[in-house]
């Protein structure tokens, strides 16, 4: 079954434990990314990856890494997690991401509830 | 600065009626608009999209309508079903220079049987 999956679907953590957010896709997909959900604020993105060791800043990449060594792995670090990244977090992929295509479709992962104490 | 913006947070509809979602945007470089639905305890799942050489797209019961010179984008919904509340995004990808995607905020749709 084509699917994004992630890792843990729920955390719980202190403040500045770190911690990494795995997340998988089995369709070959290119392009990858990572988004945080908050309520009124809708979903923003943190970080993407174009391919494999390829990968640049979203929006709110603050206090975020990532990598993208295989083609269908791209985990979420947190080096020093704050109370302010609770979120719903949530890993998208689509085969590409191209002026027009009809490839552009992202299927997103089930999501992560973190929560930083 | 929210780029993609979606005014109404909310929306309810009679089943059998349409739902019109409606979304805003800022930046003109914008070039492939998307929808998605999303269920409570699940991830965003696309739903329908739109090229900006276009100016609409009918899939089924889902049209989106684009129109650029407004930077407007609208959803429509016919017939409402059931079924179909859920939270509505809508994004914006920019591909020149940046391979970034912008959601707006969402509209939570209730079609009431």
């Known amino acids: 079954e084509a699917q994004v999956t992630q890792n843990p679907r729920y955390l719980i953590t202190v403040t500045g434990k770190k911690l990494t957010v795995t997340c998988s896709q089995n369709?070959?997909?290119?392009?990858m990314s990572w988004y945080r959900q908050d309520p009124g604020l809708g979903l923003r993105q943190i970080y993407y990856s174009m391919n494999v060791e390829v990968t640049d800043k979203g929006d709110v990449p603050e206090g975020y890494k990532v990598s993208r060594k295989e083609k269908r792995n791209f985990p979420l670090i947190l080096e020093s997690p704050s109370p302010n990244q609770t979120s719903l977090y949530f890993c998208a992929s689509s085969l590409t991401i191209l002026p027009g295509s009809p490839y552009n479709e992202q299927f997103f992962g089930p999501g992560t509830r973190l929560t930083v104490l | 600065d929210q780029q993609v913006k979606q005014n109404s947070p909310s929306l309810s509809v009679q089943e059998g009626r349409i739902s019109i979602l409606n979304c805003d945007y800022t930046?003109?470089?914008?070039?492939?608009f998307l929808w998605y639905k999303k269920y409570p305890a699940e991830g965003p799942t696309f739903l329908i999209s739109?090229?900006?050489?276009?100016d609409k797209n009918e899939d089924g019961r889902f049209t989106v309508f684009l129109n650029k010179s407004a930077k407007h984008l609208s959803l429509h919904i016919v017939p409402s079903q059931p079924g179909d509340s859920a939270v509505y995004f809508c994004?914006?990808?920019?591909?020149?220079?940046?391979?970034?995607?912008?959601f707006g905020t969402g509209t939570r749709l209730k079609v009431l049987a």
């Open positions: 369709m070959n997909h290119e392009y």
């Open positions: 930046n003109s470089m914008f070039d492939y």
């Open positions: 739109i090229s900006s050489i276009k």
């Open positions: 994004a914006a990808s920019v591909v020149s220079g940046t391979y970034k995607y912008i």
